[in-house]
């Protein structure tokens, strides 16, 4: 059963990658290349094909801007099945945007630093790697500047992002009451997503009027930083989008160390690695509710809720034990239990949380893999371990969705398993979790 699961995960990324030298995340619903998605999607290819592996990450690569910021979709292909195109992100307004390729003026989390790494153990011939590695990693350091020197507004090493969709975590109930506060048009537009998967799985319409809005005050400034950062009611500080940018300065520590005579770059990622351990520790956890939380930049606040980011920090390891014990606690109390997999994208114990409703609850399997590699890292296999056999089961019971339902028992109801089918990060990350063994 697990031999051909995993040549089925296989089949899937197969079947997603496209002519262009890309995989899709899923037909219809999302047919252009992701930038956190192909960070995956590439682990998964390099447990059987590392050609296809290096391949994905040189083609999102090649969309990356002037300036160093790397795009949250690159529009390789026409398509008319996804809403917002490159008729409405309209990228060439930045005189930083490639002049070739349609791109959007968002950025998703950095993830290529820690998947170079884990491209680096996962090959059995180390030397070719690392050629591959010289070849591209100079182009993910020139990522990270671009966050240091254009995102970090107090040199705190925490960098914001501007829009919920840089998040990855597009519709949380995080954003509800910042939302309230922003006074955004309503919209004349035609979804897309709603016409491949159920609408009440997905944002609401006014949820888009905001996403929208966002974009259109961006391009008025011509996606220039500092623009967006003084005029846009948007900017947040993202513990899980922090997270990750800290784990690959970390990685790329790691591998400017292996390829040799690249101190400088060394000792900028290790001081803003500190740094941003540092403050991440000050003013993004939260004592009264034991996670760390999201900040408001705009309005200087916390905003004081809890989901599956607010344990990404322990994949940086940025936790100390005092606070690693806080956050167990909260992880069972707010997300455990016998009647539910972990772990759930957002607090199950809020009104606000939807077990069916994207961000609003369901489990993603690329958060899992995060969460299970966090507590790996602090040595804590059973609940590493718990939280890949949730993944497994979810996976071998439902299939490659894009994300499921937190919840063991629904009566009358099989399937919990929702969003794109033949997920293509689900489909990489089980490869991965399958090939690790704790």
Not at 3 to 29: H, Y
Not at 266 to 279: C, Q, R, Y
Not at 412 to 438: H, R
Request: with cysteine.
């Amino acid at each position: 059963m697990t031999e051909n699961l995993i040549d089925k995960a296989k089949e899937v990324l197969i079947n997603n990658f496209q002519k262009g030298g890309f995989t899709i995340p899923s037909k219809n619903l999302y047919p252009f290349q992701w930038k956190w998605d192909s960070g995956f999607i590439a682990i998964g290819y390099a447990h059987f094909d590392m050609g296809k592996a290096k391949q994905e990450i040189k083609s999102i690569l090649k969309a990356q801007w002037k300036n160093g910021f790397i795009p949250h979709i690159v529009f390789h292909n026409e398509s008319d099945s996804y809403f917002p195109g490159p008729e409405v992100h309209q990228s060439e307004l930045s005189p930083f945007a490639p002049l070739n390729i349609k791109t959007t003026g968002i950025t998703q989390p950095p993830v290529f630093g820690f998947i170079l790494e884990k491209l680096y153990e996962i090959s059995l011939n180390k030397n070719e790697i690392l050629v591959f590695i010289r070849s591209v990693i100079d182009q993910i350091y020139k990522n990270h500047i671009y966050f240091y020197e254009n995102r970090d507004l107090f040199n705190e090493g925490l960098v914001y992002i501007y829009h919920n969709w840089e998040s990855g975590t597009d519709n949380s109930p995080l954003w509800d009451d910042i939302w309230q506060n922003i006074d955004s048009p309503d919209y004349k537009f035609e979804r897309k997503d709603t016409t491949h998967v159920d609408p009440s799985q997905r944002p609401s319409k006014r949820e888009y009027d905001h996403y929208i809005h966002l974009i259109e005050i961006a391009k008025k400034y011509n996606y220039n930083d500092k623009g967006i950062s003084d005029n846009s009611p948007f900017l947040v500080q993202d513990p899980l989008f922090n997270s990750i940018l800290l784990r690959s300065n970390e990685a790329l520590i790691n591998l400017y160390k292996i390829i040799g005579n690249e101190k400088n770059k060394v000792n900028f990622l290790e001081k803003k690695l500190s740094i941003g351990i540092e403050n991440m520790n000050k003013k993004l956890y939260n004592e009264k509710i034991c996670a760390y939380v999201h900040y408001d930049l705009r309005n200087q606040k916390q905003v004081p809720f809890i989901s599956s980011s607010s344990f990404a920090p322990l994949f940086c390891g940025a936790p100390d034990l005092k606070k690693l014990k806080k956050l167990i606690s909260t992880l069972e109390n707010k997300f455990g239990g016998k009647e539910k997999y972990l772990c759930a994208s957002f607090d199950t114990t809020n009104s606000r949380y939807n077990p069916i409703k994207y961000w609003r609850g369901p489990i993603w399997i690329n958060l899992n893999w995060i969460l299970y590699n966090g507590f790996k890292r602090y040595g804590l296999n059973k609940m590493a371990k718990k939280i890949k056999n949730d993944s497994i089961e979810l996976i071998s019971k439902h299939g490659f969705y894009e994300y499921f339902d937190p919840r063991k028992n629904r009566a009358g109801l099989k399937k919990t398993g929702y969003g794109g089918d033949n997920f293509s990060w689900t489909a990489a990350l089980y490869i991965d979790l399958m090939n690790d063994k704790i």
